[in-house]
């Protein structure tokens, strides 16, 4: 019975990739994960600071709309002629 699970388990990691002979695999899976790691780490700040910087000009944009909603609510001064 264990021998029979032994060569199950042989065959099941041979078929599937896991085998440590087939190093290609390895290195292909490692280059991309390393990829996406680098990806991660360019797009992460890329993001961050573009968020930031919309969110300040958003901000600026509604203060200078409240300045303009108030300057207009405000009566124009009599000039007496």
């Known amino acids: 019975m264990e021998d029979i699970l032994q060569q199950t388990l042989e065959d099941a990691v041979a078929g599937s ?3 440590p002979a087939s190093s290609t695999n390895g290195m292909v ?3 991309i994960t390393t ?3 680098v ?3 360019v797009y992460i700040p890329i993001r961050l600071f ?3 910087t919309a969110r300040s000009r958003r901000l600026r944009l ?3 709309i409240r300045r303009l909603r108030d300057d207009l609510q405000q009566p ?3 000039t007496g002629s």
């Open 35 to 37: 990829l996406g790691f």
């Open 62 to 64: 509604l203060q200078r």
């Open 17 to 19: 990739g896991l085998d």
């Open 29 to 31: 899976f490692l280059l």
């Open 76 to 78: 124009i001064p009599d």
């Open 39 to 41: 990806m991660a780490l």
């Open 50 to 52: 573009l968020t930031i």
